[in-house]
C-alpha cells in the first residue's frame, strides 16, 4: 500500500530552542523515502518516528547553512552504519561542493554505504525518478539556494458508465488502457472517449529565500507546500533583508499559487506563540493550514477528483 506523508523532525531556523529541533523534513512518497535539510539532531528525532537510515532513498539540501546541513556528518555515516544495502542519492547546490565534502568526511569512520552524488548545476534542474520527476528551482537567499518539487505525472481514471455504453469490460479495458485505443463491433473506442485526465500530485519544499519566481514555480498547485515563514509581518522588512518569508507572504503565496496545504515551518527563536503564525497566515489562505511542530506527520491531500467532462 503506497503512502505519501511528510515527517517534521525539526523547525527551528539558525539555532534550536528547548521546544524546538533544528530542521529535517522526511517526505514518504511511494517507495521513495526522501530527507530533506538535515540539521543538527536529525538522526536522534529519526528515532521516534519509526523511520530509519535504511529506509532513505535519497537526500536533498538547499543550501549550506548550518541549520540545514550540519546533520548530514552523523546520517552519512549512519547509512554505513546500518549497511544501507542500495544507492542513496545526495543533492545539493554545485556551488558547495567543497562543503558537501567536509561534511561527508568530517571524522573517520568505516564507509560502507554508497552514496549517489548528484549536485544541482542549474535552475529548472530535473531529476528523473520512478514516481515522478524532482525539480530544482534557484531560490533568493545570500548563498546559492535551491528549493524542489516532486510532479507525478497525470494519469487517467476511466468512467464506468462510458466503458459500459460501449459494451467494454474486463480484460477489455486494460488493453483500452494500455494502447490508447479498441476496435469494438466496427468501430475505434479511443481512451478519452471513455475517461478523464486524472491530475498527478505535487509536493514542494521551499526553504531560506526572498520572494522570487522560483518560489512561485515550485509553489504552483502543490498538493502540499513546505514552506519557511521565519519572522512575522512586523519584521518585514528584516526578512527581506536577510533573505528570508513572513508568514503573511508564504500564505500569499500558496493562496496565489494553487496551493491545497499549506505547511509553515523554520521559525525563529524570537517568537514562543506559534499561534501567531497560524493567525497571519489565516488572512491570506483558505486551505488547510499547518504550523509544523516537531515530530509532527502531515499526509499528503488525496487526489483531486476530476470531473466527467
Do not use: K
Request: net charge negative; glycine share 10%; charged share 25%.
Amino acid at each position: 500500500m503506497s503512502m505519501r506523508e511528510l515527517v517534521v523532525l525539526g523547525t527551528a531556523s539558525q539555532a534550536p530552542t528547548r521546544q524546538r529541533n533544528h530542521n529535517g523534513y522526511l517526505l514518504r512518497w511511494d517507495d521513495e523515502v526522501i530527507l530533506f535539510d538535515p540539521g543538527e539532531g536529525s538522526q536522534r528525532q529519526m528515532l521516534h518516528t519509526g523511520i530509519t537510515a535504511t529506509d532513505l532513498t535519497r537526500i536533498c539540501v538547499t543550501h549550506f547553512h548550518g541549520d540545514h546541513c550540519l546533520g548530514l556528518p552523523g546520517m552519512i555515516q549512519r547509512l554505513s552504519l546500518d549497511r544501507v544495502p542500495r544507492p542513496v542519492a545526495v543533492h545539493f547546490p554545485a556551488g558547495g561542493a567543497e562543503y558537501f565534502a567536509r561534511l561527508r568526511h568530517a571524522s573517520s569512520f568505516y564507509e560502507t554505504a554508497e552514496l549517489a552524488v548528484e549536485p544541482i548545476d542549474a535552475d529548472g534542474q530535473r531529476i528523473t525518478l520512478g514516481i515522478g520527476t524532482l525539480e530544482a528551482r534557484r531560490l533568493r537567499h545570500p548563498i546559492e539556494t535551491y528549493g524542489y518539487r516532486l510532479v507525478e505525472p497525470d494519469g487517467c481514471r476511466m468512467l464506468p458508465e462510458r466503458l459500459a455504453a460501449y459494451g467494454i469490460a474486463g480484460p477489455d479495458t486494460g488493453r483500452l488502457l494500455r494502447d490508447g485505443h479498441l476496435d469494438r463491433d466496427g468501430r475505434r473506442v479511443t481512451r478519452d472517449e471513455v475517461s478523464v485526465v486524472r491530475p498527478g500530485q505535487r509536493f514542494a519544499f521551499v526553504m531560506d529565500t526572498g520572494l522570487c519566481d522560483g518560489v512561485y514555480a515550485l509553489a504552483e498547485h502543490a498538493d502540499l507546500l513546505v514552506i519557511e515563514s521565519t519572522f512575522l509581518e512586523s519584521e518585514a522588512a528584516l526578512a527581506a533583508e536577510v533573505g528570508h518569508l513572513t508568514a503573511g507572504q508564504a500564505a500569499r503565496v500558496a493562496a496565489e499559487s494553487g496551493v491545497r496545504t499549506l505547511v509553515l515551518t523554520h521559525f525563529s527563536q524570537r517568537y514562543a506563540d506559534p499561534r501567531r503564525f497560524h493567525d497571519e497566515a489565516r488572512e491570506h489562505f483558505t486551505g488547510d493550514l499547518v504550523v509544523a511542530e516537531d515530530l509532527q506527520t502531515v499526509q499528503v491531500p488525496p487526489r483531486r477528483v476530476p470531473s466527467p467532462g
